[in-house]
């Protein structure tokens, strides 16, 4: 085996930490952003949304290797009176740790911060073309609900997707199947 295969095989090895975002992983995470999306957020909205986070109506978290950052994700609370409910504005993977269960972990750990939250369902969009993102989400107990016509970049459609009764022991046992954080 190489040294560059030992170094690569020794780094997949480390464990990820899943941790809240600071502004400090910006410079980390915005190529990830670039690489995953046609049109990335910039730099102001995240650091917009980061601000948020004091509020208690966002969340925003990174998935590390070390000082890398791999991952990230991020939650919306919205207020409803009938039960807060928790949008899930991103999640994203650097593309070279992908398929290999960072996208579960944020997840996991959002949707335990949905729990904790008091929040009774959870909702995404996902473009019709993401196949492996919407399996990732059914197994997560996201089911279909409708479709935002050219929502993306004004081309791609976007499935709606929501996930209900996300305060029940069904759920958490489900979470804990994945690996989740409850």
């Known amino acids: 085996m190489s040294v560059l295969a030992r170094l690569l095989q020794r780094a997949d090895d480390e464990p990820v930490l899943i941790e809240e975002m600071r502004r400090k992983h910006l410079t980390d995470m915005l190529p990830i952003e670039q690489d995953a999306y046609p049109k990335p957020w910039s730099r102001s909205v995240f650091e917009s949304e ?53 996208a579960t972990r944020l997840l996991g750990a959002l949707a335990t911060i949905a729990i ?36 993306y970049e004004n081309t791609e459609d976007a499935i709606v997707m929501w996930c209900h009764d996300i ?13 989740g954080e409850t």
């Not at 919407?134 to 089911?143: M, N, S």
């Not at 305060?167 to 690996?179: I, K, V």
């Open 50 to 102: 980061l601000e948020q986070v004091r509020s208690g109506t966002r969340h925003y978290i990174v998935a590390r290797r070390r000082r890398l950052v791999i991952g990230y994700a991020g939650l919306w609370i919205a207020p409803d009176p009938a039960g807060d409910q928790g949008h899930i504005t991103n999640i994203a993977v650097a593309a070279d740790h992908r398929r290999r269960g960072v």
């Open 116 to 151: 904790e939250r008091g929040c009774i369902a959870l909702t995404l969009e996902v473009r019709l073309s993401s196949t492996g993102a919407q399996e990732l989400y059914r197994r997560f107990g996201f089911a279909p609900a409708g479709v935002r016509k050219r929502y």
């Open 167 to 179: 305060q029940s022991d069904e759920y958490t046992h489900r979470l804990r199947e994945l690996g």
